[in-house]
C-alpha cells in the first residue's frame, strides 16, 4: 500500500513539473533573454506572450517559424510598437 502511494505520489509530482516548464530563448534583435510559457501554440498567425528578461511580458504576432540546426527561429512582429525581430528558441 506504501509503494502505492509512493508511485501516485511521484508520478504527480513529475506530472506536475512537466507543466511548468518554459522554452527559453533570444531575441537576436536586444540580445535579452526570453521565455514562452508551456502550452502556447506557436503558429503563424498567431498572438504569443512572451516573458522578456529586461522588458517582462510581451505579446507578439508571430509572421513565421523555421527549425535551424539546434534552434528554432521565430519571425515575429511586437504587437505594440509593430516593430519586427527574431526569437531564436532552443530546440527542445
Given at each position: 500500500m506504501i509503494v502505492q502511494k509512493t508511485l501516485i505520489a511521484a508520478l504527480v509530482l513529475l506530472g506536475g513539473y512537466d507543466l511548468a516548464v518554459a522554452w527559453d530563448?533570444?531575441?537576436t534583435t536586444t540580445?535579452?533573454?526570453l521565455e514562452i510559457e508551456r502550452g502556447q501554440l506557436?503558429?503563424?498567425?498567431?498572438?504569443?506572450e512572451v516573458y522578456d528578461s529586461s522588458e517582462g511580458y510581451k505579446d507578439y504576432d508571430v509572421d513565421s517559424v523555421r527549425r535551424s540546426g539546434g534552434t528554432v527561429e521565430i519571425e515575429a512582429t511586437d504587437s505594440t510598437t509593430g516593430e519586427s525581430t527574431t526569437l531564436e528558441m532552443d530546440d527542445k
Open positions: 530563448g533570444t531575441n540580445g535579452s533573454s506557436v503558429r503563424s498567425g498567431r498572438t504569443i
